[in-house]
């Protein structure tokens, strides 16, 4: 199914290049002191990288494993590269699907909740203003009801 066109997909595509660590404010840092429960053996890409493109996934409304990793495969080359994946080589599904069950629940919800705290907290101070994303605004209103007949 191709992306919508007020997807993620898109809003990344047209903004400017930007670091990891400027787009996603820290999360890869914050999920730097999660163990990764891997074997050293075989593993291609680094945990933090596969989690906070988990988050970005789920963030554009993927809840599954598999959208999870069609995301993943879908994203501008560009954007993968932005969040340390390698345009030819892409998490796939069996490998979100195993790294994701085998976490510490624990440990993982920490660390983000440690790194969304802090991101409240930095937003808090600043003069944004929040601004509704779920598409309802765009919608058309509802039709005019009928005139009653007589």
């Known amino acids: 199914m191709p992306a919508l066109p007020f997807s993620l997909n898109s809003s990344l595509s047209v903004a400017p290049a930007l670091t990891v660590s400027e787009t996603a404010g820290g999360l890869p840092a914050a999920l730097a002191g999660v163990p990764d429960p891997r074997a ?4 291609r890409h680094r945990l933090c990288v596969v989690v906070t493109a988990v988050v970005c996934a789920v963030v554009a409304g993927h809840r599954s494993h598999s959208a999870i990793a069609e995301w993943a495969a879908d994203v501008p080359d560009e954007t993968a590269e932005a969040l340390g994946i390698a345009a030819d080589r892409r998490p796939s599904e069996a490998m979100i699907r195993r790294l994701l069950q085998a976490l510490d629940p624990d440990l993982l919800t920490t660390a983000i909740s440690t ?11 600043s003069s944004w203003r929040a601004i509704a994303v779920d598409g309802k605004t765009l919608r058309d209103p509802a039709p005019p009801s009928p005139p009653p007949i007589t």
Do not use: E, I, K, M
């Open 115 to 125: 790194w969304l705290v802090g991101r409240a907290t930095t937003s808090a101070s």
């Open 40 to 43: 050293r053996r075989g593993v």
